[in-house]
């Protein structure tokens, strides 16, 4: 099984509100990342977690912030977002960050912040 | 500087037609992971392949193959007797040492019925 799901698929929130995307997969793997997609863009990748303990942050707002909460777990916090942060977001784990370890995507959440 | 290039932006066939996405890199590394995903309009990010630099061995699955040629620094993908299901953007992403995914801009493939 190389499932990993997300929830919600879609989500509308203002720019003062407060939400969270939830990422989950058991397939024992133990580095998950989090993408972000513009349309007609390649995805491109904002927080690395290995072990749970975040171990690649690329830079990003802080009005996102990720939480492993446990190792089949992964959420990102979402607060004061602007226009321009809709976009699809994309989990994915694979078994190690190191090496050619293959990165299984989930379907993804689109956000539309109005 | 490592870098991939997807220089076809959008192909459309005619089903039942072959088509051939390209995909060539950049790297001063020698070992290397090259990757396709398909990202059909539902968003999801499908796995396709994954080869290493030390594997030169054409692949087949099916309609699907890659050709695979490191002297030229490239990882084709073909797909044989097109269909409608295999409209979709397909991104090659090499990850080279121990660097994150290195996504390609992506060629959206468009099959004609």
């Known amino acids: 099984d190389t499932e990993v799901t997300q929830t919600p698929k879609h989500l509308v929130m203002g720019m003062t509100n407060k939400k969270s995307l939830k990422c989950e997969q058991h397939m024992g793997h133990r580095a998950m990342y989090w993408y972000k997609q513009k349309a007609k863009k390649p995805p491109e990748l904002m927080f690395v977690y290995s072990y749970e303990k975040l171990s690649i942050n690329e830079s990003v707002p802080s009005r996102f912030s990720p939480e492993c909460p446990n190792s089949s777990l992964l959420n990102l916090h979402l607060h004061a977002l602007q226009p321009e942060d809709s976009a699809l977001y994309l989990c994915?784990?694979?078994?190690?960050?190191?090496?050619?370890?293959?990165?299984?995507f989930g379907p993804g959440t689109r956000l539309l912040v109005l | 500087a490592q870098k991939v290039t997807q220089a076809q932006t959008e192909i459309s066939v005619v089903e039942k037609e072959d088509v051939t996405l390209d995909c060539v890199y950049e790297t001063r590394d020698t070992t290397y992971y090259l990757f396709w995903y398909k990202q059909p309009p539902s968003g999801e990010l499908v796995f396709l392949i994954r080869r290493n630099s030390f594997d030169e061995q054409n692949e087949i699955s099916g309609r699907y193959s890659w050709n695979f040629q490191k002297s030229t620094s490239s990882f084709n993908f073909t797909i044989t007797a097109s269909q409608v299901v295999d409209s979709a953007v397909y991104f090659c992403?090499?990850?080279?040492?121990?660097?994150?995914?290195?996504f390609g801009t992506g060629t959206r493939l468009t099959i004609i019925p």
């Open positions: 992403a090499p990850k080279f040492g121990n660097e994150k995914l290195t």
């Open positions: 994915a784990s694979s078994q190690r960050i190191a090496g050619g370890e293959t990165q299984y």
